[in-house]
């Protein structure tokens, strides 16, 4: 069983920053694609990005390239998100989720991922 945990959501002005981290239980962890989604009020889960197991293949979503950057520490367990120059559309419940299966595809597809976070509520105001 896999546990995620995230945390570092909150409210910020438009233009401003946050970084999320979502730390897993697992030691294995360096072995798993890890996600970010988000799931804007009143809206579905949406894809954000994804990190290879290594850290060095990343996937962004449109919307945010050029503002976010994923990274992880494996020594750490814990995949982060850098959010840069924030939106009013930017908020939402963000999820951290786990790829556990072999394949190192960095997928957008919710259904690829094994395990996630309780989410954690980002809150930009305009």
């Known amino acids: 069983q896999v546990q995620l945990v995230e945390s570092g959501g909150g409210l910020v002005q438009a233009g401003g920053s946050l970084r999320l981290s979502c730390t897993a239980s697992?030691?294995?962890?360096?072995?798993?694609?890890m996600g970010w989604f988000r799931q804007p009020p009143g809206k579905e889960r949406e894809f954000v990005s994804a990190?290879?197991?290594?850290?060095?293949?990343?996937f962004y979503v449109n919307s945010v390239k050029g503002r976010f950057t994923i990274s992880r520490d494996n020594a750490k367990n814990t995949v982060y998100l850098q959010m840069s120059s924030l939106k009013p559309e930017d908020t939402a419940v963000y999820y951290c989720?786990?790829?556990?299966?072999?394949?190192?595809?960095?997928?957008?597809?919710?259904?690829?991922?094994?395990?996630w976070g309780q989410g954690t509520q980002v809150t930009v105001s305009s």
């Open positions: 989720a786990a790829r556990t299966s072999t394949s190192t595809f960095l997928s957008g597809k919710e259904a690829d991922y094994d395990y």
């Open positions: 697992v030691r294995i962890f360096s072995r798993y694609v």
């Open positions: 990190i290879s197991w290594s850290g060095a293949g990343v």
